[in-house]
């Protein structure tokens, strides 16, 4: 049973029936799900069509969140909350008046690149990061003002450290590890953390096994102790979970992810041209009914019920309280 | 001073600070406001956000309208909601789904047809009514479902009865006039009339000349007489103000409202090539300072103050609380 609310803060997966009777068995009250890598302002109102479908056909299970109080009513109707949110800006193309829409339309995070360069910030897999461009700045304003949460997740260092201090609401990098760790490019510096933290900010933990020590035969005891490690760094407040599932789909959507459309050439990410595609998940948490070995290694590794509450989704529901509304009405 | 609310249910202006000191000058709680003639989709969300800068730069004045309750806010704070609506119903382009997106961007009126044949019904223009079209049922039924309202203005006499016929919450013609008193293709018959008023809907008045008996020199005496004799035909009830009014435009927007990119001969509408432009507003009502000469004009046509209170508002104020939310939630 959960000991407090359980938020994932990010999912991307081929959604089905199958997959919502899975989160309400793991007992998640919301999830934040991926509805844009490399689309455009269209492109991404038609993947939120598509939700529109799913919520009209599973009203039972699932319901669009927009503000914290869903996530309670999401607890209180044995249903999970879908938050929306963007890994890339390319939805809002080169238009900063299209935060406001989209944020109208529920969406409640954009990371400001994805591995690339982007308009607005540089991704973990450039060589060279000049930090926030012009734009970025008035991107970054504009979705303070509205409610759009910052999400730092696969920007390279520099731009991140920028987007920490120049952001006036706390920012977010939803999905990854620390790389003291579990070196990886997406993983985050000592650095990052404490600047994130210090500003009110939330990490969430990944499960994706590329972001694990020892990727899929990483060990539940190992997960929990770079948790509580973290927790001593930066405090227990600032860190929740972000698995970052990719159930059920076919390898050709990790193209998708890495591809886009800016390259011909195959660009493998975290992958390799042996490892294409996804990797599995290692067996502590196969999926959404899994969270319960999650919040049980927590206590394992001497959390208090009250601290493991608050990493399994009181954090992430305090900080949706705080950053989800405009700052004037 | 007005009896009670004060909703104008159409006005499509060159939208300026003065023009909103001018709805707080005549006391306008509410104004619906054209955002759309023949705009696309992504067109029409550059409309939004051209509004939503007018709404962060005039804050003290107007703010955007979703609910009925946001007009008794309008009135608490002096200030003027704006509910969007299309004339057409371009903006969905050929996806049922953008309706559901496009409610919750605000917008809560939209024409099934402007003239011309759309994809959904027939305008008035036309020289054959087929009636509503098979797509037109399916966005009838999801208009419905979701909160936004049939308007039927600009259609033609099969295609709005059956429009009438097919909506199960009432329908709208937010402008137009009883064409017993001004014939003219854009005024609508007693059928019409009384067919919308046994469902439950609303007309608005319009005070653009070429909807007029004798056009700009329409005298007010005249106007209110016709307010009172359709009262006595659909019960006052059913009727409100929807004025037309197009202030300040340059004559080239008439041609966009007319021709848009359907035409490259030009198409003159209500006008003639030798009056091609915006025709005078009649003297006594010039912009929306003379609200006061229409409500003095319907309590001099025997009207008593509580039905001058629901015609000039109160009940296009009960029409918005029952018809914009969605049917279920």
Known sequence: MALGMRIDCLQYCNWS??????????GVDAIHVTIAYHETF????????AWNR???????????????????????????????????????????????????LGVRFMQLSYNN????ATGCYE??????TRMGKQVIAEMNRVGMVVDMSHSA???????????????????????????????????VLKALAGRGGMIGFSIYPHHLLNKSDCTLESFCQMVADTADMIGVEHIGMGSDLCQDHADSEVEWMRNGRWTKAIDYGEGSASAAGFPDM????????????????????GFSNDDVASIMGNN??????????????
Chains 1, 2 share one sequence.
């Not at 269209?42 to 069509?49: A, E, G, P, S």
């Not at 060589?127 to 926030?132: L, Q, R, T, V």
Request: net charge negative.
């Open 157 to 191: 260092e520099r731009s991140t450290l920028e987007a920490i201090d120049l952001s006036e609401r706390p920012i977010a990098i939803t999905h990854a590890n620390p790389n003291f760790w579990a070196p990886a490019l997406r993983n985050k510096s000592d650095e």
């Open 54 to 104: 799913l919520f009209e056909r599973f009203p039972d299970m699932i319901f669009q969140g927009f503000t914290g109080d869903d996530v309670r009513k999401a607890r209180e109707t044995n249903r999970t909350a879908v938050f929306f949110g963007f890994q890339n800006p390319s939805p809002i193309e080169d238009d900063v008046f299209l935060v406001e829409i989209l944020h109208r």
């Open 316 to 329: 992430w529901l305090r900080f949706f309280d705080e950053n989800f509304s405009p700052t004037t009405s």
């Open 127 to 132: 060589a060279n990061d000049p930090g926030i």
């Open 17 to 26: 029936e199958t997959i919502f009777q899975q989160l309400r068995q793991g």
């Open 117 to 120: 360069q982007s308009l607005l």
């Open 282 to 301: 290692p067996s502590w948490f196969r999926d959404n009914r899994d969270w319960d070995n999650v919040e049980n290694g927590l206590l394992s590794v």
């Open 42 to 49: 269209h492109d991404t109102v038609r993947n939120i069509t």
